[in-house]
């Protein structure tokens, strides 16, 4: 949602700030730019609270930095600046979260690796950061250090970023991509990349989005799921390893309904289906898949048997979710303690994080693992 994803991942299941309480902000793992938000560049193995405040409502990881809303529509960054991804008119770093601006009507948010997509309550689009092969969706391959916005309409409901590349949803049920297109990520039957938005085929019944690295995942009514994309490590789960320009569906099931929608990371994907179950496929080393292997998956396979699974991040070499119960549980690459278990031990199943069940939401950043979350008190 982080992505590489989240961008992650994001890619991720904490993107929208709809129907969720506010709570304490939580950081661990990698921080080298200060992208713990904490004041400082010390990595942390467990949960370390960001401030006292009590009003946070979503937290998206990017590369070395994070980005996060508020109960009362504003937004902040922190960590690594270049590029201007942190959208506060330069290219500095923050150890300590700042806000960006002082509008009070952000909604949703998405952080790839070098920039920032997101969507206000007017269903207007918005993009920062490093605009390479137009990944910010304006028409131009420039960088941006601040908010700007995507042509003039007020129609898009959801936003994914991903490795170069953005994949939005509108309120029509039309599904549109831009930025880099070298593995077909875009859907456009090509690999040529697009500086502003394009629509991804002729379908108004899209209903759930989500990306990794240079994948996307997306759900039809009628509960179909397709993926397409880079298709390393069976990263789109379709069974084959041959990358598709154009969306393919994943096996022939009607129940992907979308309970917590799609997330990627590099080279990898998730899906929290409307029973609860819980299914990863792509690349599986560090034991990321959940699986109890290191084994890549071409196709889905189950997380175990439970159907309490809420919500899903995932991060680089890592994933993390909610369960029902609102207790956090993660697995993936130790390194630099961004599982949050006091270790850098790897996990290829579930393990859960401290014993608190008030989680109401989490990302995975898209680099080297770090994470945060969000708790009630």
């Not at 902000?25 to 006292?52: A, F, I, K, M």
């Not at 960054?77 to 991804?85: M, P, Q, V």
């Amino acid at each position: 949602m982080g992505i590489f994803q989240n961008t992650l991942l994001a890619a991720a299941a904490s993107t929208t700030g709809e129907d969720i309480a506010g709570g304490e902000l939580w950081t661990w793992g990698l921080n080298d730019n200060g992208q713990l938000g904490l004041g400082d560049t010390t990595n942390r193995s467990s949960p370390v609270q960001v401030g006292s405040l009590t009003d946070w409502a979503t937290v998206q990881g990017g590369r070395q930095f994070m980005c996060a809303t508020k109960n009362d529509g504003t937004l902040w960054t922190w960590g690594k600046g270049t590029s201007g991804r942190l959208g506060h008119g330069n290219d500095d770093s923050l150890s300590s979260p700042a806000q960006v601006g002082s509008l009070t009507d952000w909604s949703q948010i998405s952080a790839t690796e070098n920039s920032v997509m997101a969507i206000k309550t007017d269903s207007t689009l918005w993009t920062w950061g490093d605009g390479g092969a137009g990944v910010l969706g304006n028409g131009e391959a420039v960088d941006k250090d601040s908010p700007v916005q995507v042509g003039s309409l007020t129609d898009w409901s959801k936003v994914v970023a991903g490795k170069g590349t953005g994949w939005a949803l509108k309120t029509d049920g039309t599904l549109w991509g831009w930025g880099y297109n070298n593995q077909g990520q875009l859907g456009q039957g090509n690999t040529t990349a697009n500086s502003s938005p394009i629509q991804i085929g002729s379908a108004t019944d899209w209903q759930y989005l989500g990306g990794g690295s240079r994948q996307c995942f997306a759900v039809r009514d009628g509960g179909k799921l397709f993926t397409w994309g880079e298709a390393e490590n069976g990263a789109l789960g379709s069974g084959a390893t041959t990358d598709r320009s154009s969306p393919v569906q994943v096996g022939s099931l009607t129940d992907w309904g979308g309970k917590a929608g799609t997330a990627g990371g590099q080279n990898r994907g998730g899906f929290i289906k409307d029973d609860g179950t819980l299914w990863t496929w792509g690349n599986n080393g560090y034991g990321t898949l959940g699986d109890g292997t290191s084994t890549d998956r071409s196709s889905p396979v189950q997380v175990g048997s439970l159907t309490d699974w809420s919500t899903l991040a995932c991060g680089f070499r890592s994933m993390n979710a909610i369960k029902t119960d609102g207790t956090l549980w993660t697995w993936g690459s130790g390194k630099n303690g961004g599982l949050g278990l006091g270790n850098t031990t790897n996990y290829s199943s579930p393990v859960q994080i401290g014993s608190l069940t008030t989680w109401i939401a989490s990302d995975q950043g898209a680099w080297r693992g770090f994470a945060g979350g969000i708790k009630t008190e």
